[in-house]
């Protein structure tokens, strides 16, 4: 069973920048369609990027696009979530989770917590003003 685990978070001035990396244990995450959600307090767990397995393939919902872009590298068994032009409405905890589905020809880009079946512990994102 893979194991997910994200670093990079941390406290950044509105307008700044982090990147967030999400490495895995346990498994390869080549074999894996993978996702970056985040959590606000009191808030439910939001998409916030997906990418296929060979990162051919990305979505980032309205929120967030054009500031957040997510890639991998399969060789560093890493998938990162780059994050510019920060809000203060970004501060959450994010999250890394892996997509198992395997269908030949078929790459799912989802943006459901429903269809990721390994998820991290996440890092937190602190935006100040």
């Known amino acids: 069973q893979v194991q997910l685990v994200e670093s990079g978070g941390g406290l950044v001035q509105a307008g700044g920048s982090l990147r967030l990396s999400c490495t895995a244990s346990?498994?390869?995450?080549?074999?894996?369609?993978m996702g970056w959600f985040r959590q606000a307090e009191g808030k439910e767990r939001e998409f916030v990027a997906a990418?296929?397995?060979?990162?051919?393939?990305?979505f980032v919902p309205d929120s967030v696009k054009g500031r957040f872009t997510i890639s991998r590298d399969n060789a560093k068994n890493t998938v990162y979530l780059q994050m510019d032009s920060l809000k203060p409405e970004d501060t959450a905890v994010y999250h890394c989770?892996?997509?198992?589905?395997?269908?030949?020809?078929?790459?799912?880009?989802?943006?459901?917590?429903?269809?990721?079946?390994?998820w991290g512990q996440g890092t937190q994102v602190t935006v100040s003003s």
């Open positions: 346990g498994g390869t995450l080549s074999s894996y369609n």
């Open positions: 989770a892996a997509d198992s589905l395997v269908i030949s020809g078929y790459d799912r880009l989802s943006a459901s917590r429903m269809d990721y079946d390994y």
């Open positions: 990418i296929t397995r060979s990162g051919s393939n990305t």
